[in-house]
């Protein structure tokens, strides 16, 4: 069993930047694909990034392409999410998740195709 742990959520003005960690216990992430996800009350859970197990694929939602950045360090078993220059719009609970197979295939990456999800960090962005 997988435990994902998410952190380095806040409350920041547009403009400015977080780094999410997502910590990983129960297994290695090593192969294994990652991925955040962004939900706000009343919407479904919206495909933010992915990253392949290597870390050298990566591929991003249109509304935040070239001002977030997901990476990973698989030494510490952990994978980070970048958020610059943020919008009110990027306000949400923002979610990593793990898959139990070795590959995922996408685009697109939707919410069914992930097996285990943390609990979330809350990112708020006022205007």
């Known amino acids: 069993q997988v435990q994902l742990v998410e952190s380095g959520g806040g409350l920041v003005q547009a403009g400015a930047s977080l780094r999410l960690s997502c910590a990983a216990s129960?297994?290695?992430?090593?192969?294994?694909?990652m991925a955040w996800f962004r939900q706000t009350p009343g919407k479904e859970r919206e495909f933010v990034a992915t990253i392949s197990e290597s870390g050298k694929a990566t591929y991003y939602a249109d509304s935040v392409k070239g001002r977030f950045a997901i990476t990973r360090d698989n030494a510490k078993n952990t994978v980070y999410l970048q958020l610059n220059n943020l919008k009110p719009e990027d306000t949400a609970v923002y979610y990593c998740?793990?898959?139990?197979?070795?590959?995922?295939?996408?685009?697109?990456?939707?919410?069914?195709?992930?097996?285990?999800w943390g609990q979330g960090t809350q990112v708020t962005v006022s205007s």
């Open positions: 998740a793990t898959t139990r197979n070795t590959y995922i295939t996408g685009p697109p990456y939707n919410a069914g195709m992930w097996d285990y």
């Open positions: 129960g297994r290695t992430i090593i192969n294994y694909p």
